[in-house]
């Protein structure tokens, strides 16, 4: 029997990352970050020079770079070799993820990466496309999402807290360019899945998503 999955798709910002950090801490599952994977062949590209609509050469680093998920306290992201978990939450880096992300090979070069999260006892996977494309027999699907004006505030006080300079407008300005080219792509768009539950959480406390989720899931 194939490992139980539950997927958590949405735009940047709306809170997936710590919503499923959480529940898969709760229920002792494995946790999918797939943004982190297509940041991290963003940083590579970016390292490399490779123009970022260079389908061919940006499929090739994507077959053969050496990603390692180091989960301690705090986890660490290791890239052929080198740390790159503070690159991994720069602006930059989340844009040039979102340009190659429209390319349908890159996609395809990285499905199984993905696949390959799935472990007993169960996996939480973060994403766009988790309950449509990657694991679309997932038995639990959520579609999470907030106002991009909600997700701009957290996102800058994310980055306050971080001690990075932010900008608040201009954040909202990204927000809402990311959106439109993660839903617009033809390769698996930013759409919720038909069999998905949605949560705005614009108003929601983290607590309250969290109960609401593991309810979801145990109904
Ligand atoms: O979730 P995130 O902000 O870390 O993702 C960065 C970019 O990666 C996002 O703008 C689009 C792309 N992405 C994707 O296309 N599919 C996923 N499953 C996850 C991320």
Redesign the pocket.
């Known amino acids: 029997m194939l490992p139980a999955v539950l997927t958590i798709d949405g735009p940047?910002g709306a809170g997936?990352g710590t919503i499923s950090r959480l529940v898969a801490k709760k229920l002792g599952w494995h946790y999918l970050?797939?943004?982190?994977i297509?940041?991290a062949l963003a940083i590579a590209v970016l390292q490399k020079a490779i123009d970022v609509t260079d389908e061919a050469s940006i499929v090739e680093v994507a077959r053969t770079m050496e990603l390692t998920f180091v989960c301690a306290d705090e986890l660490t992201v290791i890239l052929d070799g080198s740390d790159i978990t503070r690159q991994l939450s720069l602006e930059t880096t989340?844009n040039t993820?979102?340009m190659i992300?429209v390319l349908p090979a890159v996609?395809a070069a990285l499905l199984k990466k993905q696949q390959d999260f799935r472990l007993m006892p169960g996996l939480v996977a973060d994403?766009?496309?988790?309950g449509t494309v990657?694991f679309p027999d997932a038995p639990h699907k959520i579609f999470l999402t907030a106002s991009a004006e909600k997700r701009a505030e957290r996102r800058y006080k994310q980055l306050i807290e971080k001690g990075v300079d932010a900008n608040l407008s201009r954040l909202l300005l990204d927000i809402q360019e990311?959106d439109r080219r993660?839903s617009e792509r033809a390769a698996?768009p930013l759409v919720m899945a038909a069999d998905a539950v949605f949560l705005d959480t614009s108003e929601m406390p983290v607590e309250i998503v969290v109960a609401e989720v593991l309810h979801i899931i145990n109904n």
């Open positions: 940047s997936k970050d797939s943004g982190s297509y940041r989340g993820a979102s992300a996609r994403g766009r496309d988790m990657v990311r993660d698996a």
